[in-house]
Nanobody, 124 residues
Framework: QVQLVESGGGLAQAGGSLRLSCAAS??????MGWFRQAPGKEREFVAC?????????NYADSVKGRFTVSRDNAKNTVYLQMNSLKPEDTAVYHC??????????????????WGQGTQVTVSS
């Protein structure tokens, strides 16, 4: 059974940092991504790793230079290091996994499995 379990969310002040983790079990995954959804808004791509078009990683313009996605294959875990947080980063963050290697990794419909999400709240 496939499981993706996120952790590391919480409350941070603007300018602060948080690190999210996503532990995967049940199968090996190729591309893994992070998406977020704020109240009243659509699910939004944040970052992916193992996506081909950008070499290995791809980021939304809104987080580029502030967020870093990384992966520990030995632990089957993906991380999202979030620095210089802004109030507009407030959302529920979900990790997602694709069985195949994705080219861009920005479309949530391309992913096969999802975690339950972890809340990130950034205060001004």
């Amino acid at each position: 059974q496939v499981q993706l379990v996120e952790s590391g969310g919480g409350l941070a002040q603007a300018g602060g940092s948080l690190r999210l983790s996503c532990a995967a079990s049940g199968r090996a995954f190729s591309t893994m991504g992070w998406f977020r959804q704020a109240p009243g808004k659509e699910r939004e791509f944040v970052a992916c790793i193992g996506c081909v078009s950008s070499g290995s990683t791809n980021y939304a313009d809104s987080v580029k230079g502030r967020f870093t996605v990384s992966r520990d294959n030995a632990k089957n875990t993906v991380y999202l290091q979030m620095n210089s947080l802004k109030p507009e980063d407030t959302a529920v963050y979900h990790c997602a996994a694709a069985r195949l290697t994705l080219w861009h990794g920005t479309r949530y419909t391309d992913y096969d499995d999802w975690g339950q999400g972890t809340q990130v709240t950034v205060s001004s």
